[in-house]
């Protein structure tokens, strides 16, 4: 899954100040990706500021950019230099996309390993 595809719909020059890579998880998960998306622009927005000049802060710091969305051994990967605040929603996402099958997007998943790669999968898709 690319970039473009995930966040169809949604206004992505929001996410151009920070998210500087690719996006590649299963669809299952995009739901939580925007939301931890939407999340990362809440924090990082600095709301006296007009927009504009917020974006251009964002945009200029070197801290809190993502470098990569990825899995890796059927867990969701962030690739970053984060905040303490912004590492709270990584760990948060990561709990419900492990919970999340990557083929139906059922909850209750289990570690399931086909041809040496690892997958989250539900009892229904394992079978």
Known sequence: ??????????????????????IKVPETWNNHIKD?????NEVLRIKWLPKVMSDLVI?????NKIKEIKTSFGELKVVGDF????????????TKC????????????????????VYNC???CKK
């Open 1 to 22: 899954m690319i970039l473009k595809e995930v966040l169809e719909g949604m206004d992505t020059q929001e996410y151009k100040n920070f998210l500087k890579g690719e």
């Open 36 to 40: 931890m998306l939407d999340q990362f």
């Open 59 to 63: 945009k200029f710091s070197a801290k």
């Open 83 to 94: 905040s303490s605040k912004l590492n709270t929603i990584i760990k948060n996402t990561k």
């Open 98 to 117: 492990r919970n999340t099958c990557e083929f139906c997007g059922a909850e209750g998943t289990e570690k399931v390993t086909f041809k040496s790669w």
């Open 122 to 124: 539900c009892k229904n």
